[in-house]
């Protein structure tokens, strides 16, 4: 399990730290309060590396927010689903996305689903999905391997000496 944490993130890896510890807990317990924090953590962490790393206004940043994107379709639907939990929708707008609605459902994992190995250690337990990409995705899916993805993404762009995790 990972490392409680104890203090507000001040750093790219005490946010890294703070999206994992509820990430796993979302895993065990597919529970509302987990989803919360799991999700906005989890999508706040290029904005620890941008603004923190990088030193660039991440709201000024549109080509970095554009080539995140692209590169990780999985962020940008749980940044959308996301935005849809902190912020009201109205309705009528044009064609929001699922995320974007909150059309979350919570149902078990079949084992042909592309997230069932993420699941398979509790086979009947329900599990909280979006929309992704015009199927249902694990939400903890889509985050976990967003977060697995990008730690790996942004070693090579870490300036000379950093690390993602300190003593590294």
């Known amino acids: 399990m990972p490392k409680r944490?104890?203090?507000v993130p001040t750093s790219l890896y005490e946010m890294i730290e703070l999206a994992e510890f509820y990430l796993d807990r979302l895993h065990k317990?597919?529970?509302?309060?987990?989803?919360?924090p799991a999700v906005l953590a989890t999508v706040h962490v290029p904005d620890w590396f941008v603004e923190g790393v990088l030193h660039r206004n991440f709201k000024d940043a549109k080509e970095d927010i554009e080539k995140l994107e692209t590169e990780f379709p999985m962020?940008?639907?749980?940044?959308?689903?996301a935005n849809g939990l902190k912020h009201a929708v109205r309705a009528g707008l044009n064609n929001p996305s699922a995320a974007r609605l909150l059309?979350?459902?919570?149902?078990?994992?079949?084992?042909?689903?592309?997230d069932w190995w993420d699941h398979a250690e509790a086979p009947?337990?329900?599990v909280w999905q979006i929309e992704h990409e015009g199927r249902p995705r694990s939400i903890y899916s889509l985050c976990?391997?967003?977060?697995?993805q990008f730690k790996t993404w942004i070693v090579p762009q870490l300036p000379p000496g950093s690390a993602i995790y300190p003593n590294n």
């Open 124 to 126: 009947d337990q329900d």
């Open 75 to 81: 962020w940008r639907s749980a940044r959308d689903f």
């Open 103 to 114: 059309q979350v459902e919570t149902t078990t994992i079949p084992y042909e689903h592309p």
């Open 5 to 7: 944490p104890s203090t």
């Open 29 to 36: 317990t597919q529970d509302v309060v987990d989803l919360y």
């Open 144 to 148: 976990n391997h967003f977060l697995d």
